[in-house]
């Protein structure tokens, strides 16, 4: 059977034996093994199985099943879409239910049958098929936020406020740094309100000359100054019934902001060296890096179309701070790029994951797009690095949750100690734990040593 490298099959087993067998005969799939926890956790990232076939018994205790369990929570928080397919010996009914109540696809019993599990695996990756498909058109159906990628919470929540507000004719401010994709969310206003049919006309206040702003905006009549040799209409006019994005609004000049509030108050203009009021009805987006509140008080902002400008305020957080999004977006870039250019990538190494989660991207989504298609360019193998991409590479950056959990309960009991003076049943009480709890945490986490003879 010719081997189908789109399908990429995960099998975690330590018995090096069944192991061999079962990649021998799965070979007609991209196969990918691993002995433990830990190379599984590399292996998913890296290689993003559609399918996963894993043992329960797992080193550093074969026997059990508390690091298979824990191998199982993991792979669906980092790869949810995945089908996962459990192992486990005959005598473990029980274990195998709560390994389905867990998440699991399937379970199979020992000892292995290959063929039998061969038809399991083979509807496994016939689910996986079809499930991504219906994702793909309930996408397709209903593109809202076209060109947002994001699973992070907070990123969600400010969607359903552009959902919510793009129906309306309120006054939109798109508050965040540089490279945060304030267009996108300044065209998914547009997209999902009632003036889809008419234009989006984006301008960068940034770029414009101060002496061609008022122009560029409001349009000009014949003759109204040397070169005009014919009446040209500006943007506002050209946007009529559709959506003017206004971008850095903080560095349009003065003057300019008395005429754009008199348009958002009257709805209409007069073009440059003309005498006749035109009405029109288009709505205005801003968006700015700056503080305007600032502005205002050093008198480089007008206060009144502040409040007309502001009636809906957007914060987009910064790349750093939306969880998992800097690996989802550096993949997404990068197929995309490898895709238009035809170019042989596979994906990410682990070296340039970690050094994507790592690193804090002051320039945002702009500069991750940059070193994505710069390492595409530079890139001699199948998976990006970290030094193809231009960063340090951060080996020893925690993934784990395990590890991470670990550290925030740590982080937690120290700050609760400082927070209390030490007095360990203030403490247990803030913490919701009882004192003996307390206790156990402070001795799993080496704390009691050094604050033995402070505690009450």
């Given at each position: 059977m010719q081997k189908n490298i789109t399908q990429t099959l995960l099998i975690v087993e330590d018995d090096i034996g069944?192991?061999?067998?079962?990649?021998?005969?799965?070979?007609?799939?991209?196969?990918?093994?691993?002995?433990?926890?830990?190379?599984?956790?590399?292996?998913?990232?890296?290689?993003?199985?559609?399918?996963?076939?894993?043992?329960?018994?797992?080193?550093p205790e074969p026997d059990g099943v508390i690091q298979g369990f824990e191998l199982l929570q993991q792979s669906l928080r980092i790869h949810p879409h995945m089908k996962l397919i459990v192992?486990?010996?005959?005598?473990?009914?029980?274990?195998?239910?709560?390994?389905?109540?867990?998440?699991?696809?399937?379970?199979?019993?020992?000892?292995?049958n290959p063929e039998t599990l061969e038809l399991i695996v083979q509807r496994a990756f016939h689910m996986h098929q079809l499930e991504s498909k219906n994702r793909a058109f309930?996408?397709?159906?209903?593109?809202?936020?076209?060109?947002?990628?994001?699973?992070d919470d907070k990123m969600l929540k400010l969607c359903k406020l552009i959902e919510k507000v793009a129906p309306t004719n309120a006054a939109c401010l798109l508050l965040g740094e540089s490279g945060t994709g304030k267009e996108v969310l300044a065209k998914a206003l547009h997209t999902l309100s009632t003036r889809n049919e008419y234009p989006f006309v984006a301008i960068n206040c940034a770029a414009l000359p101060e002496?061609?702003?008022?122009?560029?905006?409001?349009?000009?009549?014949?003759?109204?100054?040397?070169?005009?040799?014919?009446?040209?209409?500006?943007?506002?006019?050209?946007?009529?019934?559709?959506?003017?994005?206004?971008?850095?609004?903080?560095?349009?000049?003065?003057?300019?902001?008395?005429?754009?509030l008199r348009f958002l108050q009257e709805k209409v203009i007069e073009r440059i060296g003309g005498r006749k009021l035109i009405h029109l009805d288009t709505r205005i987006v801003c968006a700015t890096n700056r503080n305007l509140?600032?502005?205002?008080?050093?008198?480089?902002?007008?206060?009144?179309?502040?409040?007309?400008?502001?009636?809906?305020?957007?914060?987009i957080p910064p790349l750093r701070d939306r969880s998992s999004d800097k690996t989802l977006l550096a993949r997404y870039l990068l197929k995309k790029y490898a895709q238009k250019e035809h170019l042989n990538?596979?994906?990410?190494?682990?070296?340039?994951?970690?050094?994507?989660?790592?690193?804090?991207?002051?320039?945002?989504?702009?500069?991750?797009?940059?070193?994505?298609?710069?390492?595409?360019?530079?890139?001699?193998?199948?998976?990006?690095?970290?030094?193809?991409?231009?960063?340090?590479?951060?080996?020893?950056?925690?993934?784990?949750?395990?590890?991470?959990?670990?550290?925030?309960?740590?982080?937690?009991?120290?700050?609760?100690?400082?927070?209390?003076?030490?007095?360990?049943s203030a403490a247990a009480?803030?913490?919701?734990?009882?004192?003996?709890?307390?206790?156990?945490?402070?001795?799993?986490?080496?704390?009691?040593?050094?604050?033995?003879?402070?505690?009450i």
């Amino acid at each position: 059977m010719q081997k189908n490298i789109t399908q990429t099959l995960l099998i975690v087993e330590d018995d090096i034996g069944l192991q061999t067998q079962l990649k021998w005969h799965f070979s007609n799939y991209n196969v990918v093994v691993a002995a433990n926890v830990n190379d599984a956790i590399t292996a998913i990232r890296l290689h993003e199985p559609q399918v996963m076939v894993q043992d329960l018994g797992l080193p550093p205790e074969p026997d059990g099943v508390i690091q298979g369990f824990e191998l199982l929570q993991q792979s669906l928080r980092i790869h949810p879409h995945m089908k996962l397919i459990v192992m486990t010996g005959n005598d473990c009914n029980e274990h195998a239910l709560k390994a389905v109540s867990l998440g699991a696809y399937d379970f199979y019993s020992k000892p292995a049958n290959p063929e039998t599990l061969e038809l399991i695996v083979q509807r496994a990756f016939h689910m996986h098929q079809l499930e991504s498909k219906n994702r793909a058109f309930n996408l397709s159906k209903s593109s809202n936020l076209e060109g947002l990628i994001t699973t992070d919470d907070k990123m969600l929540k400010l969607c359903k406020l552009i959902e919510k507000v793009a129906p309306t004719n309120a006054a939109c401010l798109l508050l965040g740094e540089s490279g945060t994709g304030k267009e996108v969310l300044a065209k998914a206003l547009h997209t999902l309100s009632t003036r889809n049919e008419y234009p989006f006309v984006a301008i960068n206040c940034a770029a414009l000359p101060e002496n061609l702003f008022e122009s560029e905006l409001f349009g000009y009549e014949k003759g109204a100054f040397t070169g005009a040799v014919k009446s040209t209409p500006g943007k506002f006019e050209l946007a009529n019934g559709g959506t003017v994005f206004l971008d850095e609004i903080g560095e349009m000049p003065l003057q300019l902001q008395a005429k754009l509030l008199r348009f958002l108050q009257e709805k209409v203009i007069e073009r440059i060296g003309g005498r006749k009021l035109i009405h029109l009805d288009t709505r205005i987006v801003c968006a700015t890096n700056r503080n305007l509140e600032d502005m205002m008080a050093n008198a480089a902002f007008r206060e009144d179309l502040y409040y007309r400008i502001a009636e809906i305020q957007i914060e987009i957080p910064p790349l750093r701070d939306r969880s998992s999004d800097k690996t989802l977006l550096a993949r997404y870039l990068l197929k995309k790029y490898a895709q238009k250019e035809h170019l042989n990538i596979v994906g990410l190494s682990e070296d340039a994951i970690n050094a994507i989660e790592e690193y804090s991207w002051p320039g945002n989504i702009r500069e991750l797009s940059n070193k994505v298609t710069r390492a595409a360019i530079m890139c001699e193998d199948k998976y990006i690095s970290a030094e193809d991409l231009g960063l340090k590479s951060a080996e020893n950056i925690h993934l784990n949750l395990k590890v991470i959990r670990e550290s925030a309960e740590k982080d937690a009991l120290k700050t609760t100690l400082s927070a209390t003076g030490n007095n360990i049943s203030a403490a247990a009480k803030l913490l919701g734990v009882t004192r003996p709890t307390l206790y156990d945490l402070m001795k799993k986490h080496n704390l009691d040593a050094s604050l033995k003879t402070n505690l009450i």
